[in-house]
C-alpha cells in the first residue's frame, strides 16, 4: 500500500503504480453508495470513499479475494430532488449501521467478559 502511494503521490496514476506491482485494477462509474441501482458490492467498495477528496487513495481494505484501495477521481453534484425523495430512506440506513456497529460492540464486550464454566471440567 505504502509503494502504490508513494508512486501516486509522485505522479503516477493509480492504475500505473498497481500495474507496475502486477496487481489488478478495476474502475467504477458513477457509484452512489446508497442508490438502490448499486449493488451491494459496489456499495461495499464505494464505502472508504465517502471522507476522501479527489485524487486521495482509501486505507487499504480487507475483502474475501484479499485487499483494495480506492482512489477518488471526481465526485459529481447531489441532485437535491432525489436527495430529497430518499432522505427518509438514507436515514434509516445510516441509522441501522450504527445500530448494527453498537451491537457489534456490544456482543464483543459481553464475549470478552463472558466467564463460562463446565461441571465437571478441569480449570486452567
Partial sequence: YNTLAAAVASGKSLKEAADAQKLET???????????????????????????????ISKLEQAPWGGFAIQLQSRGPVDEKLYTERRAELRETMLQGKRDLLFAEWLRVCREAARITMPGAEQG
Fill in 26 to 56: 478495476a474502475e467504477l462509474q458513477a457509484v452512489i453508495p446508497a442508490a438502490e441501482s448499486t449493488s451491494p458490492l459496489d456499495q461495499n467498495l464505494a464505502a472508504p470513499t465517502l471522507l476522501l477528496k479527489d485524487g486521495e
